[in-house]
Each structure stands twice: as structure tokens, then as C-alpha cells.
């Protein structure tokens, strides 16, 4: 069992950045790919990005491409989503997931393991 923890999350003016974290519990997330993904209110969860295990391939979606960076840390204990630029529409919560694999990464069913989330409000 893997339980991740995400950090980071607030208010923030539009324009601003927010560097949001997501670490495992007591373990490292070396053996994972890692994807973030949002959900507004009733709005269905929406895929943001991810980071295979080597950290050789990184997807965004489209609504973030250009504003938002995903990363791992060398020592594979936390993975980071800098989001700059940001905008109200971001408003949501956002959740980190762990998976075994990077095919169908836009995917919310190839991924294992979800943490409980960390609310972004981007104010107008």
C-alpha cells in the first residue's frame, strides 16, 4: 500500500505560482510513475500531468502545457507540479497518483494510488 500526501495548495491571485508536492508515506516513489489531476466542482477529474519512472517522459494536458512543470527529485521522495501563470479555471482540487506504468497516462484507471488531494483557489 502506498499512501501519497500532496502539499502545497492555496489562494493565489491569477497570474501567481503555486509548487505544489506529493510524497509517499515512508517509502520512496522510485519504483512509480507519477501523474497529477485536478477536479473542479462538478466537473469531472481531469488529467494535468505525469512523469514516468525514469522521468525520461512528461506529458501535460492541454490547458497547462507552457504554465505548468512537473519534476521528480533526485532522490525519488517527492514529485513537484510548479504551477505558474495560473488562471481562475485552475481552481480545484488536485491529486497526485502513483502508477506501474506511463501508457495511457491521461488515464485516471492505469493509477494505483491516489492521495487525498490539496485545494488550488486562483482568485480573479
Known amino acids: 500500500q502506498v499512501q501519497l500526501v500532496e502539499s502545497g495548495g492555496g489562494l493565489v491571485q491569477a497570474g501567481g505560482s503555486l509548487r505544489l508536492s506529493c510524497a509517499a508515506s515512508g517509502r520512496t516513489l522510485s519504483s512509480y510513475a507519477m501523474g497529477w489531476f485536478r477536479q473542479a466542482p462538478g466537473k469531472e477529474r481531469e488529467f494535468v500531468a505525469h512523469i514516468s519512472i525514469s522521468g525520461s517522459r512528461i506529458y501535460y494536458g492541454d490547458s497547462v502545457k507552457g504554465r505548468f512543470t512537473i519534476s521528480r527529485d533526485n532522490a525519488e521522495i517527492t514529485v513537484y507540479l510548479q504551477m505558474n501563470s495560473l488562471r481562475p479555471e485552475d481552481t480545484a482540487v488536485y491529486y497526485c497518483?502513483?502508477?506501474?506504468?506511463?501508457?495511457?497516462?491521461?488515464?485516471?484507471?492505469?493509477?494505483?494510488?491516489w492521495g487525498q488531494g490539496t485545494q488550488v483557489t486562483v482568485s480573479s
Open positions: 497518483a502513483a502508477a506501474m506504468r506511463s501508457s495511457d497516462y491521461a488515464d485516471r484507471r492505469i493509477y494505483d494510488y
